[in-house]
């Protein structure tokens, strides 16, 4: 989770990934942020993230994000 | 030659494929966006990539898709102007090339930069700016017009003015009868964007600008979780008056290159 959260502040730092749950359904995070999230997700965690798992629902928390990088690392 | 897309089905299998190949891209568009589009966009396809672009009134939109390390192929030319723009961290190494583009025909046209402000107590309102009237839409189109460059200002048409009016997402400063400058804002889920603000020119260097924004603030104080806005890199003074109200960087650039 330290590296994850280490990737999304290098990415925005002005956002509280530790506090906000609802990071693509309030616009915090905007499809700008989920494509550079996405390439350095799968750089850091050697994961393949294919367009079906680019839903806000995997990206709303970090808690969320992890989750998604954990099945992808177990498939 | 570029190729009509015409249908969303088409149009989002292709998007979706290179997404998924992870291509080097500036399409960061979302569905709800593109898709409606559809009708407007063409596509010219090669071996490592594609381009794709979209008619709007006054140019095309640019976009590509391009596996790591391919050649671009040559850019064909056509009836109005195809505009390019980059959205990048401004980290190092993370800016675009733009050798590379210059090699198929584009030019540098402008940078602009995010600035973002979490909402803040303290900020007041003023009487001497007011949502804007339905009368007032096409004199605040025209300055419009007359301020903003036409390819990547995202000015609206005058129906979707009208609408942002009857939607108080516009705001005028008025002297009498007289309008001294308008600012146009929107909801982008919780955060609220600055659109445009043109203050008139005998109207300049009086505070009016800052006015309007800290009007603007004080507006969705209640409601968003953010202000936010793009400035050109070529305008200090309206960077330095946006810091001056507690606006901050938050590393985003936008380089535009044209192709005439």
């Not at chain 1, 359904?25 to 993230?49: H, K, M, N, Q």
């Not at chain 2, 794709?52 to 976009?63: A, G």
């Not at chain 2, 303290?122 to 301020?147: C, D, H, R, Y």
Request: hydrophobic share 45%.
């Amino acid at each position: 989770m330290e590296t994850l959260l280490k990737i999304l502040a290098e990415i925005r730092p002005d956002v509280d990934f530790e506090e906000n749950k609802e990071l693509v359904d309030s616009g915090e995070l905007d499809s700008f942020d989920i494509v550079t999230l996405v390439g350095e997700l799968c750089e850091e965690y050697d994961i393949e993230i294919g367009a079906d798992d680019i839903v806000p629902e995997n990206f709303n928390s970090a808690e969320a994000i992890m989750a998604l990088v954990t099945r992808l690392q177990e498939d | 030659m570029f190729k009509k897309i015409n249908d969303q089905k088409t149009l989002e299998s292709l998007i979706r494929a290179w997404h998924s190949k992870r291509a080097l891209t500036n399409f960061l568009l979302p569905e709800e966006v593109y898709l409606p589009m559809a009708k407007k966009a063409s596509v010219l396809r090669f071996a490592q990539g594609c381009y794709l672009i979209f008619e709007k009134p006054t140019h095309y939109d640019f976009y590509f898709f391009i596996e790591k390390n391919a050649n671009l192929v040559e850019v064909p030319s056509l009836d109005k102007p195809l505009v390019l723009e980059q959205v990048c961290l401004e980290r190092k190494g993370q800016e675009p090339k733009a050798a590379v583009w210059e090699a198929v025909g584009f030019v540098p046209y402008l940078t602009r930069k995010r600035l973002m402000m979490p909402l803040q107590e303290g900020i007041s309102a003023t009487s001497q700016v007011q949502f804007a009237q339905a009368s007032q839409a096409e004199q605040i189109l025209a300055l419009m017009q007359e301020n903003f460059e036409p390819y990547t200002s995202a000015l609206p048409d005058l129906d979707t003015l009208q609408a942002a009016i009857h939607a108080k997402e516009v705001l005028v400063a008025m002297q009498g009868e007289e309008l001294l400058g308008f600012l146009r804002f929107g909801a982008e889920k919780k955060v609220s964007v600055l659109w445009q603000i043109v203050v008139c020119p005998q109207a300049r260097q009086k505070g009016i600008g800052r006015m309007l924004v800290k009007h603007w603030i004080w507006q969705v104080k209640d409601t968003a979780l953010r202000c936010q806005l793009w400035v050109r890199t070529d305008n200090p003074s309206a960077q330095r008056m946006y810091e001056i109200l507690g606006f901050l960087p938050d590393g985003r650039i936008a380089p535009v290159m044209i192709k005439q």
